[in-house]
Structures are given as C-alpha cells and as structure tokens.
T-cell receptor, first 114, second 121 residues
Framework: AQSVTQPDIHITVSEGASLELRCNYS??????LFWYVQSPGQGLQLLLK??????LVQGIKGFEAEFKRSQSSFNLRKPSVHWSDAAEYFC????????????FGTGTQLKVEL | GAVVSQHPSRVICKSGTSVKIECRSL??????MFWYRQFPKQSLMLMAT?????????EQGVEKDKFLINHASLTLSTLTVTSAHPEDSSFYIC?????????????????FGPGTRLLVL
C-alpha cells in the first residue's frame, strides 16, 4: 500500500527566510502528488500538484515543489516565508491504479517568527 | 475556480439528535465526493467516498448507518450524523474530485470545503 511520510512535525522559521518541507512517499507506480495547506479551523487549500512532465512544479502563494523519483521525495519550498504562511501543510499521494483516494501525510506545522 | 462550500460551518446539538451537513461544488461538477473527519492536531481520516447516484463506499470501521451519505447530484452531497453522541464531535471536511483524463488514467484533484465543526453536548 502507498504511504506518505512527513518527517518534520513542527518547523519554525523566521520571516523572510527560506523554507523546505519534506515529503517522502512509498508507491509502486508513477505517483500523483499534492501539497495542501490548512489554516486553523479551515479546510484544505491546494498549493500545487504533480501528475507528469516537468519535475519542478510551481504553485500558488510563491510555493514550488520538486519531484525526485530517485529519492521518492516531493519537497515543498518557498524562497522567502511570510508570517501569513504559518499553517499546517499536508503532502498527499493519489491512490494506485487510477484509484481516487488520497493518502495524506501526518502534516507539518509551520510557525513563522517575526 | 474549483470552489467547494460546506454548510453549516459549525453546529452544536444535543446528544441523540441528527445533524445534516451539506457539501456543494460551486463551479465544477464533482464526479466523486469524499467525506473526512479530522481530530485535533491530526491528519484527515477518510470516512467514505460517494459517486453521484450510487451508494457511498465506507472505509473500514466507519458505521454506514451512523453516517448517512447522499450524493444527489454532481454538485451536492450530504452527510447526516444520526443519533449523534459526544464522541461524534469533530471537524468534518468534504471534498469534490475533478477528473482530467490523460493516457487512460484519471488525474483527479480533490478540492476541499472549509469544514464543519460539530459539537455534541
């Protein structure tokens, strides 16, 4: 079965600093990968997704992610973090064989220090 | 685009009553809708998957008679928590799946609603 690992439960960065959130997946075929962000008490907002093609994916709010098959990773990056980026970030992989269920990682809580 | 709404955003009810939560895809037709439950500081737990006009598929351990799902149209799904008890208090989130076919394999993107906070007294 597929799985998603987000090794960092909490991350704290200073405003203006760069950010990298790690995501590793276990999946037999070419994965479809997603990053979502959740602000407190809110639903999830799609930041970006990877289906195929260019392995560097651009998303909303200045985020990008790079798919690295050799490392089974899909890390999320942002060159300069804003205080409003403080939230919970979830990595997810779409189910196997065209199945439409998402498997989520446990999430990374991002805190931004001013 | 791809906006999903949920109503109500929060509800407080007495133990033993039933609560209905609506999920609507506002600007796309959701071939599939999903219902999740989220406990504090945890990830999302998929409860069930529903396709328009057919019965929902429930995940293992989720009581289908407790959590009734109706997917009446391509833009509306409802979750009814029947005979709610305090342990049903949680954050319920729905999502709508939008599919783009490519190479014979569906590339489905789920768009999430803002969630419904249920408190059962």
């Amino acid at each position: 079965a597929q799985s998603v690992t987000q090794p960092d439960i909490h991350i704290t960065v200073s405003e203006g600093a760069s950010l990298e959130l790690r995501c590793n997946y276990s999946y037999g075929a070419t994965p479809y990968l997603f990053w979502y962000v959740q602000s407190p008490g809110q639903g999830l907002q799609l930041l970006l997704k990877y289906f195929s093609g260019d392995t560097l994916v651009q998303g909303i709010k200045g985020f990008e992610a790079e798919f690295k098959r050799s490392q089974s990773s899909f890390n999320l990056r942002k060159p300069s973090v804003h205080w409003s980026d403080a939230a919970e970030y979830f990595c997810a992989v779409l189910g196997p064989g065209g199945g439409n269920k998402l498997t989520f990682g446990t999430g990374t809580q991002l805190k931004v220090e001013l | 685009g791809a906006v999903v709404s949920q109503h109500p955003s929060r509800v407080i009810c007495k133990s033993g009553t039933s609560v209905k939560i609506e999920c609507r895809s506002l600007d796309f037709q959701a071939t599939t809708m999903f219902w999740y439950r989220q406990f504090p500081k945890q990830s999302l737990m998929l409860m069930a998957t529903s396709n328009e006009g057919s019965k929902a598929t429930y995940e293992q351990g989720v009581e289908k008679d407790k959590f009734l799902i109706n997917h009446a149209s391509l833009t509306l799904s409802t979750l009814t928590v029947t005979s709610a008890h305090p342990e049903d208090s949680s954050f319920y989130i729905c999502s709508g799946g939008e599919v783009r076919k490519a190479g014979g394999r569906g590339q489905e993107t789920q768009y999430f609603g803002p969630g419904t906070r249920l408190l059962v007294l």
